[in-house]
């Protein structure tokens, strides 16, 4: 899969749209990238910006982000709710698909280095960037925040990773890591009682509920919003207002102070009903946050979670968790909701969960696969939930070629352009060979005499499904593949040294379009693999379908090496002709062998 990364920066300004847009702005100058999501918090006074793209476009637009930022946002004027250090307060980059956690470490660490030399900003590297334990967790990193960082950057021990150990009174500092995508995900309750989205929370959440452990002392944190003395009364940290319980306290709070006092004691770790003893039982699943809420909007009651590594703690198995413990308390799960984006491995997990509890093939196309995911998880429940707009790096097959109807398809083939031709159609032809053996596997499952191979024909009918959708990519790859050919041919030639730049390239691009059909006899011997496995155990009235998809691949390998071997003719590099044309043998010759094989089991079974 192409290389796609998150990047989430939040900046210390929420309450001025044309200032955000500023910084937003620098984001979308950068080609490749693609602005996501920009969610302002007036309380907070922060915006959280999330956009993705390639990692070199990603990094550049997250300098961008971070030099916008210090030139339009002031921290000696800041003020607002959530913790924060500088004006891009945090950058965080995320995998998303074709890249490691360590890619995005590496990400983190180069842009970090660019932000300190050239802005003269400090920047902490953070999470799985860090550059020492103690610098892993952000809380500890952003401690003092920016009242506090001059004095902290005169520390030693908090020397920044990059940039100079000074104060910048403007831009403040930011700390640059690398996570884990968080899926924020909410299960919704057919109840608009919390009680039970709170009970649900608390068994599936990592820190799981509060128990009381022995006579703790009263809890008291120094500077926060409130403390609770001994008799019993909930007094209000930053007025004189005094409450009953912590539900007048908490009304007070929000109607006075503009803020969710029940999500900061969230945050803190203390139970709210029981601030004296915050110990903690465990919960059924790690890396989750939970908390249950009311949502006016859609008049039921939400368990409202952040999972923040879905590979450890996927969505569909803390929905089918949350499913049970309702069922015990007499409620139902009506459905769910993604907020934001959710990665395709994280939706394509979900539905070969769901396709194998039903005993259906896995091996369907992409976007069947995501649909059965978004129906069994009710992700339309509470609002709509567009697939191409919500799941991130989901494959798709792009091209002008393949992007036409079929009879516009052979009517491009049959004008006098050299392209699309026999390449193009080859790839074409082995796609329909996969899919035609992908085809008769999922037909046989779900047929009691294939009950105790359901493993083996979905493994077949998934590689079909990968066999075929690469083929069909292939069709436009083809197409493309003299691209490098035709710019080395327009390169100049007036002097030696530009006649022998220009043949270098011609030949270097005469190399890299042999290995696209190539590829394609690859594929298509690995088709031909498919229906010979697929035709010794085809029902006898689909063993003809999986003949046909013989044919086609056949046909499809046979067309792609005959462009290699043209393409060869043209190539002067004797060792790469020699392997190329040896590896082009093998395969060729197996390939032959495997559509003989087909072909005389179904001429025995007719």
């Known amino acids: 899969m192409d290389p796609i990364v998150e990047c989430v920066p939040n900046i210390s300004e929420g309450r001025n749209p044309a200032v955000i847009r500023e910084v937003t702005d620098a984001v979308e100058a950068v080609a490749g990238v693609r602005l996501l999501d920009v969610d302002p918090g007036e309380n907070t006074n922060r915006t959280v910006i999330t956009f993705v793209g390639p990692p070199e476009a990603v990094m550049e637009a997250a300098f961008r982000t971070v030099k916008r930022?210090?030139?339009?946002?002031?921290?000696?004027?800041?003020?607002?709710?959530?913790?924060?250090?500088?004006?891009?307060?945090?950058?965080?980059?995320?995998p998303v698909s074709g890249v490691t956690m360590e890619d995005c470490a590496g990400m983190a660490r180069k842009v970090g280095k660019r932000i300190g030399e050239e802005l003269g900003i400090p920047v902490y590297l953070y999470e799985n960037a860090a550059s020492r334990p103690q610098r892993r967790n952000l809380a500890r990193v952003r401690a003092g925040e920016y009242e506090g960082l001059e004095e902290k950057l005169a520390d030693p021990e908090w020397a920044p990773d990059f940039g100079p150990a000074e104060f910048h009174p403007q831009a403040g500092a930011t700390a640059v890591g690398a996570r884990e995508f968080l899926i924020a995900y909410n299960v919704n309750l057919n109840t608009t009682d919390r009680r039970y989205a709170n009970e649900i929370a608390y068994v599936l959440r990592e820190r799981g509920r509060w128990k009381r452990v022995g006579?703790?002392?009263?809890?008291?944190?120094?500077?926060?919003?409130?403390?609770?003395?001994?008799?019993?009364?909930?007094?209000?940290?930053?007025?004189?207002?005094?409450?009953?319980?912590?539900?007048?306290?908490?009304?007070?709070?929000?109607?006075?102070?503009?803020?969710?006092?029940?999500a900061r004691y969230e945050d803190l770790d203390i139970d709210p009903e029981n601030p004296e003893g915050h110990v903690f039982t465990d919960g059924m699943f790690?890396?989750?946050?939970?908390?249950?809420?009311?949502?006016?909007?859609?008049?039921?009651?939400?368990i409202s979670m952040n999972l923040t590594n879905f590979r450890v703690s996927p969505p569909h198995r803390v929905l089918e968790a949350a499913r049970e413990e309702a069922r015990k308390r007499g409620i139902v799960i009506t459905g769910s909701e993604i907020v934001g984006v959710i990665p395709y491995e994280a939706i394509r997990e979900a539905g070969l969960y769901y396709r194998r509890r039903m005993m259906k093939s896995t091996g369907i196309p992409v976007p069947d696969l995501v649909e059965t995911a978004v129906q069994s998880m009710g992700l339309r429940?509470?609002?709509?939930?567009?697939?191409?707009?919500?799941?991130?790096?989901m494959p798709k097959v792009e091209g002008p070629l393949v992007r036409k109807t079929t009879f516009d398809f052979v009517d491009e083939v049959s004008r006098d352009t050299p392209a699309p031709g026999g390449g193009s159609v080859a790839a074409l032809a082995g796609a329909l060979g996969a899919a035609l053996g992908g085809m008769v596997a999922n037909l046989s499952v779900g047929k009691g005499e294939f009950d105790h191979r359901y493993q083996e024909l979905c493994e077949l009918a998934q590689e079909a499904q990968e066999l075929k959708d690469a083929l069909v990519r292939g069709v436009d790859e083809d197409t493309q593949a003299f691209d490098a050919v035709i710019a080395g041919m327009r390169m100049p030639k007036d002097t030696t040294e530009e006649r022998s730049a220009r043949d270098k390239a011609i030949q270097e691009g005469y190399k890299a379009a042999t290995l696209v059909p190539l590829t394609t006899v690859e594929q298509c011997r690995d088709a031909l693999r498919l229906c010979l496995r697929m035709v010794k155990m085809a029902p006898e009235q689909m063993i003809t379908d999986v003949g046909s998809g013989a044919l086609v691949a056949r046909a499809g390998l046979m067309g792609a090496a005959y462009n290699v071997r043209i393409n060869l003719k043209s190539i002067q590099d004797d060792t790469f002709r020699k392997e190329t044309t040896d590896r082009l043998s093998g395969m060729v010759e197996e390939g032959e062998s495997l559509a003989r094989e087909v072909e005389s089991i179904l001429e025995e079974a007719l």
Request: aromatic share 12%; net charge negative; glycine share 8%.
């Open 215 to 262: 006579n703790t002392e009263p809890f008291y944190y120094k500077g926060d919003v409130v403390d609770f003395p001994e008799d019993g009364t909930y007094p209000c940290g930053p007025c004189d207002f005094v409450a009953d319980s912590f539900r007048e306290l908490e009304e007070h709070y929000r109607e006075a102070h503009g803020g969710d006092l029940r």
């Open 69 to 94: 930022a210090a030139q339009v946002v002031d921290m000696r004027t800041h003020q607002g709710a959530h913790p924060r250090m500088g004006a891009t307060d945090v950058v965080p980059f995320v």
């Open 286 to 302: 790690q890396d989750v946050k939970a908390i249950g809420w009311v949502i006016d909007e859609y008049q039921r009651a939400q």
């Open 381 to 393: 429940d509470v609002a709509p939930f567009d697939a191409q707009e919500k799941v991130l790096a």
